[in-house]
Every structure is written in structure tokens, then in C-alpha cells.
């Protein structure tokens, strides 16, 4: 593709690969403006399917008009065959790329909740134009360079390719939609309901994503970190996310409540809309001391109640001092000070007051130890369960998915379906999994067989020989008489 022509851009070089296709620099022939281009692969190409899902993504896209939704120039059929969209040419990096390379990201709270106001303000857009992204992850999220703005950078949203258009219609352009009940997607950020491939995946599984993402920025991890497909789908279906404490992050409550918000597996429990999160958000840094002054797309927040910025990015020194994931208490130099503020102001009453007897000092009782938070349980799925199964854990009925104690002790699964044998499985509480059961039918009993009656004894030998024995006229025996 290097130096051919795709419409009126002339492609320079290379500048990525992915599964479906191709990603090019050009430059326009005549105004020299430079362009990225997504060139579809050939084999992809001739299927007309994903032809109109690959220009649907272009039309999605242009249609929002939205600073932080990356901008289609143009897309059309190169006379190879090949389907391309030509993009605005981004410089910087992925978000996925930044929090690879930089474990200090997190540690900067302001930041933190800047960029997430920016992914929200942006689907906003998006969503009011009906269209839901369905694939959010830091690796759509892309950090554009931009001198002079509060962070540098600029929070483009990219990668509309499997975006569910939920009016059916663009425009005045039809869309190919996509297959009821498909499974698409990215499962570490794939809301529970399109785990289940429901075929009502509306917004709000872009919401649970975007908590995914929150939750990756502040902790350092994933909230469900799993080697097996099945097991991370399990786990956005049944799981609570780890609380921060557990994983090393050191969020304030009011920061955790919200993000967990986000992450409600019923839709009906997270924010109506992405409005409604950015107006969560606001309240939410009220409550944790915080007040961002722009968004990080190049818009202002909606005015909010004013409230003193809070000191929320460790010394360099301290950040290099704790490792990745563990970070150190940001409200500890608040509470420091708060405490020398407080024997001052108590230094000067005792100035002030009146001389008085000394008395004991009261004893004040010792609080009582705080005992550790119960890990959460871990999570069992069936991913062949036949009609009528049943499931008794150590001999009490449990429903499904199986929610075991977090720990190593193992426990006696017993699996029990109508025609079906029996399964027992011992398990332990260490991880969460999806079982297979491949239970058996139960044979059917071996047909009766017809009782065996002795046949009728023969008549004597003697006898039936007599019978035929003839016999001489005058009352003597014959010839053959004699012979028996």
C-alpha cells in the first residue's frame, strides 16, 4: 500500500497492524495535511457484512461530533478491493499504553477522575446520538498530545468498530446492526449483561466499562484478574470487585462508593447516563476535597460547589519508595497537619482559661480491635447445566452460580439432574472457575426376559413302538415283533 493513493491521500508508511486490518500514515496530495488511514484486509474486504459494520464505525463516528471523538475525513473502496476510513492523525499514546509504562498514574487522583470525566463527557455525545461503543478499554482511549493543557494531552475516544446503533439508523442511512445475542467484545471490561450476550445491551454496559477502567487507573490491576476466559465472564456475572484496600490502592471511601457504582452488575443500579456520571462525579469530589477546573477534551466541568483542592499526587521521593501496586496514604500530610493545628489551638485556650484544680485525666478505654474484612467468596458457574440441576454443597442446597468461601478448604460438590448421574466434585475456595459437568444418562434397566417352560415329555419309547407294532392274524407276533 506504501505510495499508492486512497482517494486523495498518498500513503507514506506503515503504522500498525491489527486483527481486521491495517493502519497507515498518508498525506493529502494538495494541502499537505496528514491523515491516518484504516485499511480493511483484503479476505475481510469481500465479505459484505463486514463491509457495512466497517463503514458503519465511519458513520458512527462523523455523525457525533464530539472534540473528544476521534474525526472520519473520509472512507470509501480502493480499486484493490480494499475498504478504508481515513482519520484524523493522533500523536501520543493509548491509555492502556500510559498505565503500562507509567505506575505512577494512578497515584495522581485529580487526574484520575479528569480523565474519566472526559471519556464520560464524550460517550455522552455518543450515546445521545444512540450509539453505544460496547468495546470501551484503556486501548480505546487515546492520551493526544496537547501542549499547554492542565495534563498535556487531550482524551480522544477511538474504535467504534463493534458499536451497537441502537435507532437502527444515521443520518437518514440504515446500519447493519448488530446479531442479536453475539458476544463482542473485551472481556476484562465486558458489563454483565453482554457477558450474557443479552440481546438489550444498551449505554449503561458502557458505564460498567468505563468503571473497569477507573477501577485499572486507581488500583494498578483489573478488578477481575483470571487466566481463563470463562472464569473472568463468571466473575463480571457474579463477583464483587476486590475492595481497593485489598489490592493495594489507597482511594478515599467516597471515591471506592462511587467507582463500585459504576460496576453495579444490575444496569438499573449504576448512573442513568453518562450525564448523570458526570454529575456523580462532580458530587463525588466535593465529597473527597477535589475541584477540576477542565476536562481533559477541552471542556469545562459544569459549575460546581466550590471546594479546596486536595493534595492528591505522592512526592517523588514516596513514589519511588513504594512498589507498584501498594501506594502510601494520601490523607496522611493532611492528617499530620490537622493534628499540629489542633495542639496550637489547644495551647492557646489553655492560655485563655482560668486556673482550676488538676484533675485525673479520664482513662479512656482502648477501641476494639478491628477484624479483618472477609475476603469475598469466590464464584462457581456451570457452563452446561442441564434442566432440573440441583446442588448441594457439603449437603445443603446452594443455587447456581456456586458461591464458595474465599480460602483452601475444599468442599463436596454434589450435582444432581432428572435422568442424568450423579456428579460429585471437590473443590477448594481458591479461585473462581467454570465447570464442565458432561453428566451422564442413567442406563436403562435391562428388559425382563420371558420365563422357560419344560416341553412336554415324549411318550414312552416302548409304548409307541407297541402301538405301531404290527401283529400276525392268527393272535402270534410277526417277524417284526419279534425283532423288538
Not at 493509548?94 to 509504562?101: F, N, P, Q
Not at 448488530?178 to 457477558?195: K, N, V
Not at 411318550?459 to 409307541?464: N, Q, S
Amino acid at each position: 500500500m506504501i505510495g499508492e493513493t486512497l482517494g486523495a491521500y498518498k500513503v507514506v508508511s506503515r503504522l500498525g497492524a491489527g486483527g481486521m486490518g491495517e493502519v497507515y500514515l498518508a498525506q493529502h496530495t494538495r494541502i499537505d495535511r496528514r491523515a491516518a488511514i484504516k485499511v480493511l484486509l483484503t479476505e475481510l474486504s469481500s465479505n459484505q457484512e463486514v463491509v457495512d459494520r466497517f463503514f458503519s464505525e465511519a458513520r458512527a463516528t462523523s455523525s457525533i461530533h464530539h472534540r473528544g471523538i476521534v474525526e472520519v475525513l473520509d472512507c470509501d473502496v480502493h480499486p484493490s478491493g480494499r475498504a478504508y476510513i481515513v482519520m484524523e492523525l493522533l500523536e501520543g499514546e493509548s491509555l492502556g499504553g500510559r498505565l503500562a509504562r507509567d505506575r505512577t498514574f494512578g497515584r495522581d487522583l485529580n487526574r484520575v477522575l479528569a480523565v474519566t470525566g472526559a471519556i464520560a463527557d464524550a460517550l455522552g455525545a455518543a450515546h445521545a446520538k444512540g450509539i453505544v461503543h460496547r468495546d470501551l478499554k484503556p486501548d480505546n482511549v487515546f492520551l493526544a498530545n496537547e501542549p499547554g493543557t492542565p495534563f498535556g494531552f487531550m482524551v480522544k475516544i477511538l474504535d467504534f468498530g463493534i458499536a451497537k446503533l441502537m435507532s437502527g439508523e444515521i443520518d437518514g442511512k440504515v446500519s447493519a446492526r448488530t446479531r442479536t445475542g453475539s458476544l463482542m467484545g473485551t472481556p476484562a471490561y465486558m458489563s454483565p449483561e453482554q457477558c450474557r450476550g443479552a440481546s438489550r445491551v444498551d449505554h449503561r454496559t458502557d458505564i460498567y466499562s468505563l468503571g473497569c477502567i477507573v477501577y485499572e487507573m486507581l488500583a494498578g490491576r483489573l478488578p477481575f484478574v483470571y487466566e481463563g476466559f470463562g472464569e473472568i465472564i463468571s466473575a463480571h456475572m457474579s463477583e464483587p470487585p476486590p475492595a481497593f484496600a485489598a489490592v493495594g490502592a489507597d482511594a478515599p471511601p467516597v471515591v471506592e462508593q462511587w467507582t463500585r457504582r459504576l460496576l453495579a452488575k444490575s444496569p438499573a443500579e449504576r448512573p442513568a447516563t453518562m450525564a448523570d456520571v458526570v454529575g456523580s462525579l462532580r458530587e463525588m469530589q466535593g465529597g473527597a476535597g477535589l475541584k477540576l477546573t477542565t476536562w481533559p477534551s477541552g471542556l469545562a466541568p459544569p459549575p460546581g460547589p466550590a471546594s479546596a483542592m486536595a493534595k492528591t499526587t505522592l512526592s517523588e521521593h514516596a513514589a519511588e519508595s513504594v512498589p507498584h501496586p501498594v501506594r502510601r496514604n494520601r490523607l496522611v500530610p493532611i492528617g499530620i497537619g490537622a493534628l499540629v493545628l489542633a495542639g496550637a489551638v489547644a495551647g492557646v485556650m489553655k492560655l485563655r482559661a482560668p486556673a482550676a484544680a488538676p484533675a485525673a485525666p479520664p482513662v479512656a478505654a482502648a477501641p476494639p480491635p478491628v477484624a479483618p474484612a472477609a475476603p469475598p467468596p469466590i464464584s462457581i458457574a456451570v457452563s452446561d447445566a442441564p434442566d432440573g440441576l440441583t446442588v448441594l454443597v457439603d449437603g445443603k442446597p446452594a443455587p447456581l452460580p456456586i458461591r464458595l468461601p474465599a480460602g483452601n478448604e475444599v468442599h463436596e460438590l454434589l450435582f444432581r439432574a432428572p435422568g442424568l448421574k450423579e456428579r460429585t466434585i471437590r473443590l477448594d475456595g481458591s479461585v473462581s472457575r467454570m465447570l464442565t459437568l458432561a453428566m451422564q444418562p442413567v442406563p436403562a434397566p435391562p428388559a425382563a426376559r420371558p420365563a422357560v417352560t419344560a416341553p412336554p415329555a415324549p411318550p414312552a419309547e416302548h409304548k409307541h413302538h407297541a402301538a405301531h407294532a404290527p401283529r400276525a392274524p392268527s393272535g402270534e407276533l410277526s417277524d417284526d415283533a419279534r425283532k423288538l
